[in-house]
Nanobody
Framework: QVQLVESGGGLVQAGDSLRLSCAAS????????MGWFRQAPEKEREFVAA????????YYADAVKGRFTISRDNAKNTVDLQMDSLKPEDTAVYYC????????????????????WGQGTQVTVSS
């Protein structure tokens, strides 16, 4: 089993920055791609960013490209999401997740490819 715990959410103003962190325990996540997703009220959970198991490849939703940066530290079993130039439309609960397949980036933007999820952290951006 893998346990994922997100932290770093909060209430900020438009234009501010936040850094989310996801800490994994139980089993290593260094063998799997990791992703961040978000879910706003009454909306479906959507892809935000993902990173390959080595950290060599990153993927972003168009809505956050150029503003968000995903990174990982396999030695610490953590995955971070640096969020800059935040907008009110970024308001959501943010979840980290581990890709289901070892050493794979197959369908990395699809939430159905992720087997383990954290409990989420709330990000609220005021205008």
């Amino acid at each position: 089993q893998v346990q994922l715990v997100e932290s770093g959410g909060g209430l900020v103003q438009a234009g501010d920055s936040l850094r989310l962190s996801c800490a994994a325990s139980g089993r290593t996540v260094s063998t799997n791609a990791m992703g961040w997703f978000r879910q706003a009220p009454e909306k479906e959970r959507e892809f935000v960013a993902a990173i390959s198991w080595s950290g060599g490849n990153t993927y972003y939703a168009d809505a956050v490209k150029g503003r968000f940066t995903i990174s990982r530290d396999n030695a610490k079993n953590t995955v971070d999401l640096q969020m800059d130039s935040l907008k009110p439309e970024d308001t959501a609960v943010y979840y980290c997740a581990r890709h289901s397949i070892f050493y794979s980036t197959y369908d990395i933007t699809q939430r159905t490819m992720y087997a383990y999820w954290g409990q989420g952290t709330q990000v609220t951006v005021s205008s």
